[in-house]
């Protein structure tokens, strides 16, 4: 199986580099990764590594200039991509079709084949425009699923957080691993 990581400017670096080590665990999961300027910055800026390294995480890497890209063809088969975190300003390319990088052009080749597009927005507080571009990316294939914390799963660090939406993530694509805290329903007394 073949899952593009994109990863652009918003805030939430995290997710997806979490992302990129659960995969790596995946069996038969082959990954190609983009990141662009903005989340290289912001891999800098929120956490302690390197963009090198984050880049050693994925099978393949390509520069989100590069819109001959194998990811940028439909030919290319891939199971989907998770764009996490994903700006605005890509979501909004992505709703509107604007192909000017090779985030969006694989995006929108996800799309327009029918594939699994998981988008993972990281913005607080909304409006009505950010809701509005939502709304057309789910209405054009797009699966949104920003990174909400559980409380249920009682987390005791950031990390409980971060890996359980992860996981969750990975679920959409059938791959189940040990990040997530499954609700078993609640235990009444009696």
């Not at 694989?106 to 998981?118: F, G």
């Amino acid at each position: 199986m073949r899952i593009i990581v994109a990863m652009s400017g918003a805030s939430g670096v995290i997710y997806g580099i979490r992302l990129l080590q659960a995969l790596q665990e995946a069996p038969d999961v082959e990954t190609h990764l983009v990141l662009s300027d903005s989340a290289q910055i912001n891999i800098a800026v929120e956490t302690d590594w390197a963009v090198s390294e984050v880049k050693e995480l994925a099978d393949h890497v390509h520069s989100n200039k590069d819109i001959g890209a194998s990811i940028a063809s439909g030919s290319f088969k891939t199971a989907g991509m998770i764009v996490s975190p994903c700006a605005m300003k890509t979501l909004s390319a992505i709703a509107n079709s604007y192909a000017d990088s090779l985030i969006v052009r694989a995006a929108d080749v996800i799309l327009k084949e029918r594939r699994r597009l998981v988008l993972v927005p990281r913005e607080t507080p909304l409006h009505t425009g950010h809701c509005e571009l939502m709304l057309k990316a789910s209405q054009i294939g797009a699966i949104l699923a920003p990174p909400m914390p559980a409380h249920y799963i009682k987390p005791q660090s950031i990390d409980d957080l971060v890996n359980h939406h992860v996981g969750r993530l990975l679920d959409l694509f059938d791959l189940d691993t040990d990040l997530v805290k499954r609700w078993s329903g609640i235990k009444s007394s009696s």
